[in-house]
């Protein structure tokens, strides 16, 4: 009976609760437009997600104070809602639904991660809401047919293919060994494919292709294989916890390979946390702050990069720049539309092809940015460790470190 | 490929080595479900993030600047109490239930735990670095982190003492006299409260000291806990309650199952492969079981 009881009371107050946030905000109110967006605030990608956050928040305030966005004369400015989607893509699908029918939200950001964005990227697809993401590169996303969907950032299997060419190159052209070791999630397996095609491309050779699990913290097993067939080039992509692990077990087994390139380096900082051992190893990134592109929001990457810092306390990893040049994206195509109508913002957004200080951004049909090629950086650190930094070393246009190859072997190092 | 292993005699040497490190520090996790469970008739699903949480001391150490081989020490003490926190709060609520109403409860103590470090250390993967260095056999050909060395040696330093300290104490025998019938302890003077706290203090602590050798070894994250949770159950289970050298030989062969299992199923393989090993052992021992009650009959 007492149970019951709690159960009704309970049940009453939700309804209440419910029925008081119903209030629906409309696409663009007053001076305000409301952009949607789930992200992971808490769960294993809150770190990620809120460096997602930061990027938005931090382009909101930057857009808002210089003039915000003009549309039919009038000016407005940004706002978005935000929910937790936990990290997990069925309470992000069903958040995607809640914005866009309860509160009325017509224009989304994207989540953290591919998966998510795979999970949300129906439900935008359904209601015809456009959606611009800056962190899901799975390939999978840009071959849906999405109409809705915009990505600002170059599509995983581009990531580390860079990486075989450029072994190739330093083997005088001829075809190498590759040794790899991936996670089997979306992105990885993207990252993946990516290899495969460089592999075959250049006559390369797989002689070791590991899967990773999910739980990993040992890869022990693959790189003593590694150490037994010795291949030209080792590539791990598994996350943070596999660069970290990569890296602590390659050091403690004295894995010499004459280049080591990854994922995930900064997001893990690799070179923080694994010091001199970590040197050497080549990452893919979306972004470095070293490159010269430019907008007049931000200014270069170095301006973005102070910036932030100072009002975020950290170095912007690449996940806060792509979240940022989002919202610039959103700002133009709204200016361009001069609409707040969602299939004439859409095709603005379609036919977007600008420059921003995280790169030059042109989408394909299939919603992925063609317009800005991967980086590939090394950490370079100097003679007592005490101090390592990322250079970018390729594309050689933006590279402003000679690349180091091979590897000092462990027993010069 | 997959047989590799075998081609190349060095790796299989290798193989075993690991495994045997790293079946020693399953071992030790293991002992202390083994002790709680054959006290309290409790398994305890949050062993695993108990583990997370004692590496996390030892992270935290790091972090200020001291050696994380000193969390062996700091981690057990303060874990003790977490331990017997958890037994005051949750635990003594559920001891004289049955084996169902604990495995709930304490699955929700482990989920709890995941979120409260995620909150409270944030979601990234985080390790210890100990400088040990690396010690090289048959010219280069196998090697064995230190790390992995000195975490298997203070597994059997700790489970050895602990063996002594159930001998010899008073507190030991104590508990080993509730182990046996918890009635009987009580009605000759035995505080069974106090013995059940102490050895969820215990059995925490002994999570603390392996979670520091973890984060020491391996890499820590709050979301990874259940894997050690499983392992130890398993080895539990193959060993059987009340048996020390039982649970290091299965804690050993275990080990090198997962690194043979790595090595020729491949990694993504690796824990599946436990689980599976898991439900063969279940079956078996199912099957035995029946067949003893036929016989009976």
């Known amino acids: 009976m007492k149970i019951n009881k709690i159960i009704l009371s309970f049940i009453s107050a939700l309804a209440l609760l419910l029925s008081t946030s119903v209030t629906s905000f409309a696409k663009v109110v007053g001076d305000k437009i409301i952009l949607g967006s789930a992200i992971s605030l808490t769960g294993k990608y809150s770190s990620n997600g809120v460096h997602t956050q930061n990027g938005y928040n931090m382009a909101v305030d930057r857009i808002n104070s210089m003039g915000g966005v003009k549309v039919g004369g009038k000016t407005y400015k940004f706002e978005i809602i935000y929910y937790d989607d936990e990290s997990n893509p069925k309470r992000a699908a069903q958040l995607a639904e809640r914005l866009i029918s309860q509160d009325g939200v017509e224009f989304m950001l994207g989540p953290y991660s591919s998966g998510l964005t795979k999970a949300i990227a129906p439900v935008t697809e359904k209601y015809g809401v456009p959606m611009v993401e800056a962190n899901g590169a799975s390939r999978s996303l840009f071959t849906k047919g999405y109409k809705y969907l915009f990505a600002v950032l170059a599509p995983a299997n581009l990531y580390l293919d860079v990486a075989i060419d450029?072994?190739?190159?330093?083997?005088?052209?001829?075809?190498?060994?590759?040794?790899?070791?991936?996670?089997?999630?979306?992105?990885?397996?993207?990252?993946?494919?990516?290899?495969?095609?460089?592999?075959?491309?250049?006559?390369?050779?797989?002689?070791?292709?590991?899967k990773l699990p999910k739980e990993l913290n040992d890869m022990a097993a693959t790189l003593a294989k590694v150490k037994a067939v010795k291949p030209d080039v080792l590539v791990v992509s598994g996350h943070t916890k596999g660069a970290?692990?990569?890296?602590?077990?390659?050091?403690?087994?004295?894995?010499?390979?004459?280049?080591?390139?990854?994922?995930?380096?900064?997001?893990?900082?690799?070179?923080?946390?694994?010091?001199?051992?970590?040197?050497?190893?080549?990452?893919?990134?979306?972004?470095?702050?070293?490159?010269?592109?430019?907008?007049?929001?931000?200014?270069?990457?170095?301006?973005?990069?102070?910036?932030?810092?100072?009002?975020?306390?950290?170095?912007?990893?690449?996940?806060?720049?792509?979240?940022?040049?989002?919202?610039?994206?959103?700002?133009?195509?709204?200016?361009?539309?001069?609409?707040?109508?969602?299939?004439?913002?859409?095709?603005?957004?379609?036919?977007?092809?600008?420059?921003?200080?995280?790169?030059?951004?042109?989408?394909?049909?299939?919603?992925?940015?063609?317009?800005?090629?991967?980086?590939?950086?090394?950490?370079?650190?100097?003679?007592?460790?005490?101090?390592?930094?990322n250079k970018v070393v390729a594309p050689t246009k933006w590279a402003s470190a000679k690349l180091i190859h091979p590897i000092p072997s462990w027993s010069e190092r | 490929m997959d047989f590799l292993i075998f081609q190349v005699p060095m790796l299989t040497l290798q193989a075993t080595l690991d495994g045997v490190l790293l079946g020693i520090l399953f071992a030790l996790i293991a002992y202390g479900m083994a002790l709680q469970w054959g006290v309290m008739n409790i398994i305890n699903i949050a062993q695993g993030d108990l583990v997370i949480l004692g590496g996390y001391i030892a992270y935290f150490m790091y972090l200020w600047g001291i050696h994380p081989a000193w969390g062996v020490i700091v981690s057990p003490f303060i874990m003790y109490f977490v331990g017997v926190g958890i037994y005051k709060l949750?635990?003594?609520?559920?001891?004289?239930?049955?084996?169902?109403?604990?495995?709930?409860?304490?699955?929700?103590?482990?989920?709890?735990?995941?979120?409260?470090?995620?909150?409270?250390?944030?979601?990234?993967?985080?390790?210890?670095?100990?400088?040990?260095?690396?010690?090289?056999?048959?010219?280069?050909?196998?090697?064995?982190?230190?790390?992995?060395?000195?975490?298997?040696?203070?597994?059997?330093?700790?489970?050895?003492?602990?063996?002594?300290?159930?001998?010899?104490?008073?507190?030991?025998?104590?508990?080993?006299?509730?182990?046996?019938?918890?009635?009987?302890?009580?009605?000759?003077?035995?505080?069974?409260?106090?013995?059940?706290?102490?050895?969820?203090?215990?059995?925490?602590?002994?999570?603390?000291?392996?979670?520091?050798?973890?984060?020491?070894?391996?890499?820590?994250?709050?979301?990874?806990?259940?894997?050690?949770?499983?392992?130890?159950?398993?080895?539990?289970?193959?060993?059987?309650?009340?048996?020390?050298?039982?649970?290091?030989?299965?804690?050993?062969?275990?080990?090198?199952?997962?690194?043979?299992?790595?090595?020729?199923?491949?990694?993504?393989?690796?824990?599946?492969?436990?689980?599976?090993?898991?439900?063969?052992?279940?079956?078996?021992?199912?099957?035995?079981?029946?067949?003893?009650?036929?016989?009976?009959?």
């Not at chain 1, 990516?194 to 797989?206: D, V």
């Not at chain 2, 508990?175 to 009605?187: D, F, H, L, P, V």
């Not at chain 2, 020390?244 to 199923?265: R, T, W």
Request: hydrophobic share 45%; with cysteine; charged share 20%.
């Open chain 2, 90 to 297: 949750v635990i003594n609520k559920v001891v004289d239930r049955d084996l169902f109403i604990s495995i709930l409860a304490t699955f929700g103590i482990s989920i709890l735990f995941m979120q409260l470090m995620n909150f409270a250390f944030g979601a990234d993967v985080v390790l210890a670095n100990s400088g040990y260095g690396t010690t090289m056999l048959f010219d280069n050909s196998v090697t064995l982190p230190n790390s992995k060395i000195f975490s298997a040696f203070i597994s059997i330093i700790f489970a050895i003492g602990l063996v002594i300290y159930m001998k010899k104490s008073k507190l030991g025998r104590a508990i080993r006299a509730t182990a046996q019938n918890a009635r009987a302890a009580k009605i000759l003077g035995v505080d069974t409260e106090k013995v059940y706290a102490a050895t969820f203090g215990i059995n925490a602590a002994l999570c603390g000291v392996a979670g520091a050798l973890i984060s020491i070894t391996f890499t820590i994250h709050p979301y990874m806990g259940l894997p050690y949770t499983i392992r130890s159950f398993m080895i539990v289970i193959v060993a059987g309650l009340g048996n020390l050298p039982g649970v290091a030989m299965s804690g050993m062969g275990l080990g090198v199952f997962e690194e043979f299992a790595d090595y020729i199923l491949g990694t993504e393989f690796r824990i599946g492969s436990v689980f599976l090993l898991l439900v063969l052992i279940l079956v078996y021992r199912r099957f035995k079981l029946s067949r003893k009650r036929e016989y009976l009959k």
């Open chain 1, 166 to 210: 450029l072994a190739v190159e330093k083997n005088g052209g001829k075809p190498v060994k590759i040794a790899q070791a991936f996670e089997q999630d979306a992105f990885s397996q993207d990252v993946r494919l990516g290899i495969l095609e460089a592999a075959e491309r250049t006559g390369s050779k797989i002689i070791i292709d590991d």
């Open chain 1, 244 to 389: 970290l692990t990569a890296i602590r077990q390659i050091a403690e087994m004295k894995v010499d390979v004459p280049m080591l390139a990854m994922t995930h380096c900064d997001a893990a900082k690799l070179s923080k946390q694994h010091g001199k051992n970590s040197e050497y190893a080549l990452c893919a990134s979306q972004w470095h702050k070293t490159l010269t592109y430019k907008d007049k929001f931000f200014g270069d990457g170095m301006k973005y990069a102070a910036d932030f810092e100072k009002e975020f306390k950290y170095d912007p990893p690449y996940q806060a720049a792509e979240s940022s040049a989002a919202l610039l994206v959103f700002k133009d195509a709204f200016e361009r539309a001069n609409s707040f109508d969602k299939k004439k913002v859409r095709d603005a957004l379609a036919a977007t092809n600008m420059q921003t200080f995280y790169g030059n951004i042109k989408f394909a049909p299939g919603g992925q940015n063609v317009d800005k090629p991967m980086v590939l950086f090394q950490v370079m650190c100097n003679a007592d460790g005490s101090k390592c930094e």
